[in-house]
């Protein structure tokens, strides 16, 4: 029974991580477009407003260093976490 517990703990992680990673980082991705490009209705400005320019900054950065930390995982993951 032990063993059957930890499977499913095991599967249930990688199921989070799967959808935090495969699901969260493209969608945080499309959130800060959704920022740098939404206007109010009648509003016919140009420019994003402070606000959506630094939480579009925003989402592109944790969706950048995620995508980093992922890419320096691929290399250097034998030797960091051999």
């Known amino acids: ?9 095991a ?13 969260g980082l493209p969608a ?3 959130l800060g ?5 939404a206007r109010p209705a009648g509003v016919t400005v140009d420019q994003p407003t402070p606000a959506a320019r630094v939480a579009a ?6 969706v ?3 995508t980093l930390f992922g890419i320096v995982v691929i ?6 976490f051999g």
């Open 33 to 37: 477009l959704r920022f740098l490009y």
């Open 57 to 62: 900054i925003a989402c592109f950065a944790v």
């Open 75 to 80: 290399i250097f993951g034998e030797k960091l």
């Open 64 to 66: 950048s260093v995620a």
């Open 1 to 9: 029974m032990d063993v059957l517990t930890s499977a499913a703990q």
């Open 11 to 23: 599967l249930w992680q990688v199921v989070v991580v799967g959808l935090v990673l495969g699901a």
């Open 28 to 30: 945080l991705f499309a």
